[in-house]
């Protein structure tokens, strides 16, 4: 390889998984500034890679979805050790050893926790649109 070929090649870039070659610069004022890094930060992105999805067109997905997916993996955890005790319950103390509106008690919490489950993928689907 001689050394012609080798300056004709444009440099590599280290970040990110694809090499941009290219640059835009955008001027702002300070508010905007704030602003634009404000929202870039609420989506979990740099203001680069933040600028270049609007730009782009392509779709946003803000942390806060994921925080919300977060909470529903702990609520899923909560769902499910509220069915294991059921579960439990209906396989060695069935009619015995539980008072009825111990029972109950399990299934107002079963369902209060269905309820808070619906309510935060409700919340995630509305605040996409």
């Known amino acids: 390889m001689s050394s012609e070929t080798v300056a004709d090649e444009p440099k590599k ?3 990110g998984t694809r090499p941009r070659r290219e ?3 955008v001027w702002v004022d300070a ?3 704030v602003e ?3 929202k870039a930060a609420a989506a979990g992105m740099s203001s680069a890679a933040f600028l270049r999805a609007v730009g782009l067109n392509t779709p946003i997905q803000a942390r806060a979805d994921l925080e919300a ?3 529903l ?3 899923n955890g909560d769902l499910g050790r509220v069915a294991g005790l059921l579960k439990l319950w209906l396989a060695e103390k069935r009619g015995q050893g539980a008072r009825p509106v111990d029972v109950e008690k399990v299934m107002i919490e079963f369902r209060r926790l269905q309820t808070l489950v619906v309510g ?3 919340a995630i689907v509305y605040a996409r649109k």
């Open 69 to 71: 997916v977060l909470e």
């Open 23 to 25: 640059r835009i610069e």
């Open 36 to 38: 634009l890094t404000r």
């Open 120 to 122: 935060i993928m409700s």
């Open 13 to 15: 870039s280290s970040r």
């Open 73 to 75: 993996v702990k609520v």
């Open 31 to 33: 508010q905007e500034k």
